[in-house]
């Protein structure tokens, strides 16, 4: 993290450096490397002015606070950067797309009783080779997965074949336009 403070109209204050510095400190478990935050700490009169400026990961983040005590003001400018970096972290993690994979799905999912919408936990690559589908039921008979996904030497089209209940299959054919 690579922090940088600039006084205007006041005496630049070590004190004051290492205290912006200490607390930019609490935003580095919300955001990736690399992370640079830049504060400008000001004096208008009587008041105390800290405006803080991150820009990380390609997003940039702006807060600013003015009190009467420079101290209070840099707190006030940490809550309200953690609240807005918290914020995005959450919305990163709830809409994070798994390499294009279910993106269109998660935002029209229903959502469970708890209110949460389901999640991928799991990722599997699978290589569609081509066979018949009476090839792909015999994979079936000796496989352990209740689905297999394949492509028909006949059509060319991906195709599903799964288990149904009773012991039969069911087939989910695709077709191209």
Known sequence: MHVTVTFRHMDSS????????????????YLFEPIEVHWVLSVE?????ADATIAANGVSIKAEESTADMYSAIDMTI????????????????????????AGREASASTEAGGRRPRIIKKENQFLKPMSVEEASMQM?????????????VTGN????????????????????
């Not at 070590?14 to 478990?29: H, M």
């Not at 009169?45 to 002015?49: D, E, V």
């Not at 809550?79 to 279910?102: A, F, I, N």
């Open 14 to 29: 070590d004190a004051l450096r290492k205290y912006a510095e200490e607390k930019t400190n609490r935003l580095e478990k």
């Open 45 to 49: 009169k009587i008041r105390h002015i």
């Open 79 to 102: 809550d309200k950067l953690e609240k807005q970096v918290r914020k995005h972290k959450e919305k990163l993690k709830d809409h994070k797309s798994h390499e294009g994979q279910g």
């Open 141 to 153: 008979d000796v496989s352990e997965k209740g689905f297999l996904v394949f492509t028909d030497s």
């Open 158 to 177: 991906i195709s599903v074949i799964y288990k149904a209940e009773g012991g039969d299959y069911g087939l989910i054919e695709t077709k191209t336009k």
